[in-house]
Nanobody
Framework: QVQLVESGGGLVQAGGSLRLSCAAS????????MGWYRQGPGKQRELAAV???????NYADSVKGRFTVSRDNAKNTVFLQMNSLKPEDTAVYYC??????????????????WGQGTQVTVSS
């Protein structure tokens, strides 16, 4: 059973910074892409940032230059450093990872996993 556990959300003033972390655990063979999605009040879930296994990154236009996604492959962990936060960044942030893990009979399967979400609130 694979789990993604997030941490690091909270309340911050506009212009401040937060760092989110997401650690994957379980019977993991390898992890392809890891990233962060967010869902603001009354909005659809959208991609914030993603990083693949080679370190290539992709960002939503709204966060470019302010957010940085990184990963520690040895610890199966992805990070999101968020600087110059704006009230419009307020959302629940979800960790996402495409993980190859062994099932109960030891066969490797590729599955998309999600974290439970962490609230980020930016006050003006």
């Amino acid at each position: 059973q694979v789990q993604l556990v997030e941490s690091g959300g909270g309340l911050v003033q506009a212009g401040g910074s937060l760092r989110l972390s997401c650690a994957a655990s379980g019977n993991i063979v390898s992890i392809n892409s890891m990233g962060w999605y967010r869902q603001g009040p009354g909005k659809q879930r959208e991609l914030a940032a993603v990083i693949n296994s080679h370190g290539s990154t992709n960002y939503a236009d709204s966060v470019k230059g302010r957010f940085t996604v990184s990963r520690d492959n040895a610890k199966n962990t992805v990070f999101l450093q968020m600087n110059s936060l704006k009230p419009e960044d307020t959302a629940v942030y979800y960790c996402n990872a495409e993980i190859v893990a062994r099932n109960r009979v030891g066969y490797p399967l590729t599955t998309d996993y999600w974290g439970q979400g962490t609230q980020v609130t930016v006050s003006s």
